[in-house]
């Protein structure tokens, strides 16, 4: 079975070959798991045609709003390079494997949440399997006592901080492949930048840190 994609608020599935053809005509792919309604990825691909955006996520439904714009005519805004594709990371589509040039994971909740803070091998796997060697990641995540404690609580989620950060989470990523070269932490107003719904929920919320984890993957073993 080949890879499922939305083409409208159709799913239909795309063999390798089709989907070989479509990679080979850009220059840099960009992956983003857990994309939510796609926004993002609509933004980002109407504002660099050279590079092929592909969003991931397992619920088709938040995505069809954004694969309906996709499939329209070009002068309708339209567009070729971007895909969006109904997957979870833990069950990654071949086709995906290995052709990233960046991987992005954006204010991720639930089970994604999990995988990046704690950082637990199956979603830093994906992260690695989508990738070509020396691809970028870049994270930003957010959650806090004074908003989600019941999720921190039930999820057994450490408190956000840089020393948190800085310290054994930077060294636990390096032996799974994720090279950090940059810890940074934003506000509000960066997030507001972003077009998806849950990040504008947060970025129009309360007043909160988020934090941008950025580095490069080493897919030749620890480092």
Same mark, same amino acid.
């Given at each position: ?74 002068? /309708?805004?339209? *567009?070729? =390079?971007?895909? +969006?594709? %109904?997957?979870?990371? !833990?069950? $990654?589509?071949? @086709? ?73 989470? /930077?060294?636990? *990523?390096? =032996?799974?492949? +994720?090279? %950090?070269?940059?810890? !940074?932490? $934003?506000?509000? @107003? ?34």
């Amino acid at each position: 079975m080949g890879m499922i994609v939305l083409k409208g608020k159709n799913a239909v599935e795309i063999d390798k070959n089709e989907f070989e053809i479509l990679t080979a005509k850009y220059n840099k792919i960009c992956v983003d798991i857990g994309t939510g309604d796609g926004r993002n990825i609509y933004r980002k691909a109407k504002n660099n045609k050279t590079a092929l955006y592909i969003g991931l996520d397992p619920v088709k439904d938040n995505m069809e709003e954004t694969a309906v714009k996709i499939a329209k005519k070009p002068e /309708k805004g339209g *567009l070729d =390079n971007a895909l +969006l594709v %109904v997957a979870t990371a !833990e069950k $990654l589509p071949d @086709e995906l494997h290995g052709i990233a040039d960046k991987v992005t994971i954006l204010f991720p909740w639930g089970i994604l949440l999990e995988g990046i803070i704690k950082p637990e091998e199956q979603i830093i796997s994906a992260v690695k399997t989508t990738s070509k060697n020396g691809a970028e990641f870049e994270f930003i995540t957010t959650y806090s006592a004074n908003c989600e404690e019941n999720m921190m609580e039930t999820r057994n989620m450490p408190e956000l901080n840089l020393e948190y950060f800085n310290s054994e989470y /930077k060294s636990v *990523l390096q =032996n799974m492949g +994720l090279i %950090v070269e940059n810890i !940074e932490m $934003l506000d509000n @107003e960066f997030v507001k930048k972003f077009d998806s719904k849950w990040a504008r929920r947060l970025a129009f919320g309360r007043k909160r840190d988020f934090y941008r984890i950025t580095g490069r993957i080493n897919k030749n073993g620890c480092s």
